[in-house]
């Protein structure tokens, strides 16, 4: 008889990519990515391109005092920095978006923001200085400038009313207007992807991609300004950051023949469906609930836990990502963390097989997802066709998946064509420092062109 481990193998070769599906992906990215920056295409293409209108990556030389705001992970953030000589130092502070704001109003989601913000300044003395703001605003953007946004889609989980088609720039300098005690100079916004790749640039001059895998997924790379046909800014310049907000690749269908009934439940019970399909299958927010939905399915299939599950097992939303790295941290062999995770979820019960299987159905997931974020990449890094590039990559399942890095640096060594050389590269802060970095450089040419 066919034992339970082997029968949940088979159940999950489906969440294995075969090189050739892997291909066939970036194939199909690339031509979106065309597409999204075709004048004549862009209005109907899925993965957007977005211009940020950032041509200069920082050089090194950027001083000064500036604040951040980081709009669009988990927390929201503000933050001082000083950029100095050899120094650079940074304090911030994380508040909580109650998730009554998250889906509430605009304006009631920018008062706060700004009220966390006038706060912070009384905290470290600012509060009467005029400085320059970079704000980290991590969701679809179409910019028409370096200072204005207009909000296209929410995604991870906020819906606040009233700021889909807004410029968000906007509705932050109205919230600081309402309060009328705080006098700022917002030099920029930027996306999180965006602000790996400046963070990353400033150190590492070869730095040409920006990626987050975290609550969600994005990409940020240096096209050829040529390239970019919607382009309306300043001319002459070679280069121009682009954000591909790649999160939505699959948003019309293409990774059908990838997805799995996980991905579609995932979908179909999130507050966006249909939207934001490839983020779904890699990044933080969903990755432990499509874990979840699997194991309930080989729970019901009588594979784990003797058919026997718990009320938390089949609650929604009770198995966080940070699980996935947490099982994947256990040594061959040794089944610790597994073992409290699952006491967490009520499941004492298990046994060391149903533990080997659990760790399996994560494996899957998770390579699935360095997988896919590796065909992006190497999409990337193809398109751009130079000798060598470091790729800027920040976001809690990079971060702390102990096995994510090399499983993504093993698939884009075969996915890049011959000769192109890549390193993969931790990024410390990108969307504060980047933010910082972004208000920096806007003064730098503010002063050259004064
Ligand atoms: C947003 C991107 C962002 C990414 C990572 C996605 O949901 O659309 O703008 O860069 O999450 O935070």
Known sequence: MRQARDIIREECEILHLTDKQIREIMSRLHNDLIKGLGKDTHATSI????????????????????????????????????????HFDMQSKIYAIPSHIMTGTGVALFDHIAECLANFMKEHNVYEERLALGFTFSFPLKQLGLTKGILQRWTKGFSCSGVVGEDVVQGLKDAIAR?????????????????????????????????????????????????CELFDGEPGKPDLLINTEWGAFGDDGTLDFVRT??????????????????????????????????????????????GHGSDLLFQRGSFYTKYVSEIESDKPGDFTSC???????????????????????????????????SAGIATLLNKMNE????????????????????????????????????????????????????????????????
């Open 339 to 373: 073992m409290e995770v699952l006491e967490e979820l009520g499941l004492s019960h298990a046994t060391e097989a149903d533990m080997a299987g659990v760790r399996h159905v994560c494996e899957c997931i998770s390579r699935r997802a360095a997988h896919l974020v």
């Open 179 to 227: 309060r009328g005690d705080l006098s700022l100079s917002v030099m920029g916004i930027l996306n999180d992807a965006t602000g790996t790749l400046m963070s990353c640039a400033h150190k590492e001059p070869h730095c040409r991609i920006g990626v987050i895998i975290g609550t969600g997924s994005n990409a940020c790379y240096v096209e050829k300004t040529e390239n």
């Open 387 to 450: 000798p060598r590039v470091t790729v800027g990559i920040d976001g809690s399942v990079y971060r702390f998946h102990p096995h994510f890095h090399t499983l993504m640096c093993e698939k884009i060594a075969q996915l890049v064509r011959p000769g192109i050389q890549f390193d993969l590269m931790l990024s410390e802060d990108g969307s504060g420092r980047g933010a910082a970095l972004v208000a920096a450089v806007a003064c730098r040419q503010r002063l050259q062109f004064a």
């Open 47 to 86: 993965v957007k391109c977005w211009l940020t209108y950032i041509q200069d990556l920082p050089n090194g030389k950027e001083r000064g005092k500036f604040l951040a705001l980081d709009l669009g992970g988990t927390n929201f953030r503000v933050l001082i920095i000083n950029l100095g000589e050899n």
């Open 261 to 306: 009934e996980f991905d579609r439940e995932v979908d179909s019970n999130s507050i966006n469906p249909g939207k934001q399909i490839q983020e779904k299958m890699i990044s933080g927010m969903y990755m432990g609930e499509l874990v979840r939905l699997a194991l309930v399915k080989f729970t019901k299939m009588g594979l784990l836990f003797g």
